[in-house]
């Protein structure tokens, strides 16, 4: 009875804020949570109120940023998808079923099929909330560009070749396990991708591998490559975990392909992070 009692007092409080700011959105629902409004609490009044939310992946992100809950967010997707015209009957829970696993360590699924972030081609991390964040690439630079474009064309290395990144830590810091999703640009194979331990200098982070991705020996030299176990999320997307036994360290996710710049060196793209214990 007290609890009723509570929540009865609560809804009284939060009254005039739901009238000044009919219908609802976002932005309502996030200054609710910020007053301590519980979730049931704020469930009820997502389902009670008319609103307008914005559940693209930017929307739900925020969402998610805003420290609320899988529960009040899928019931805000809910509530969307109830307004929508076009969404036939039934189909707003199974989406939201799947949309938001992520506190269970499931991918969740957004409305364009991918997991809410993750939108164009490219590598992205989980962070602590579980958000899915784009990496911007780094570029590598490779030793003996000459010569190294040169046996590139003919498609076999016998020797290793040393990467250069400059800077010696990743502008990223993440808590291991660290995990990826790369969404591949269409005729790439995952397995074109190379996991790497970096090595620290003063002023940059360097690596030594014969494969990276791009090149292949006959003696497969892989002496600071990370064989992992890519997980198909989506189509033409894929996880990779990099472990916590791996260390705290330097890491970098080489993609393929390599060009030559004006000056005749050889470069790639590498997505990096600082991984802490």
Not at 83 to 112: L, V
Request: glycine content about 8%.
């Amino acid at each position: 009875m007290r609890k009723l009692l509570l929540l009865a007092f609560a809804f009284l409080l939060i009254c005039p804020l739901l009238t000044a700011q009919q219908p609802l959105d976002n932005d309502a629902i996030i200054k609710l949570a910020k007053a301590a409004i519980s979730d049931d609490l704020l469930i009820t009044t997502i389902n009670a109120s008319p609103g307008h939310y914005d559940v693209s992946p930017n929307g739900l992100i925020a969402l998610k940023a805003a420290s609320l809950s899988d529960k009040v967010v899928a019931a805000i997707v809910l509530k969307a998808n109830r307004g929508s015209a076009n969404t036939p009957r039934g189909t707003a829970t199974a989406d939201t079923n799947a949309a938001f696993k992520s506190e269970a360590g499931y991918p969740a699924t957004g409305p364009n099929g991918l997991p809410p972030g993750i939108d164009d081609v490219g590598v992205y991390y989980r962070n602590s909330s579980g958000a899915w964040i784009p990496i911007l690439p780094e570029t590598v630079t490779f030793e003996s560009a000459s010569r190294l474009a040169d046996l590139a064309s003919a498609g076999i290395v016998r020797s290793d070749l040393n990467g250069k990144i400059d800077g010696a830590h990743s502008h990223l810091t993440a808590q291991l396990p660290v995990i990826f999703a790369v969404y591949l640009p269409e005729n790439v194979e995952i397995t074109e991708y190379a996991l790497l331990e970096l090595h620290p200098t003063q002023n940059a982070r360097m690596f030594l591998s014969a494969e990276g991705g791009f090149l292949h020996t006959e003696a497969r030299a892989q002496r600071d490559q990370i064989e992992f176990l890519p997980e198909k999320l989506a189509p033409r997307l894929y996880q990779i975990t990099l472990p916590g036994d791996e260390g705290a360290g330097e890491y970098g996710l080489l993609a393929p392909g390599v060009k030559r710049t004006s000056n005749k060196e050889v470069i790639a793209r590498i997505y990096t992070v600082s991984a802490t214990d």
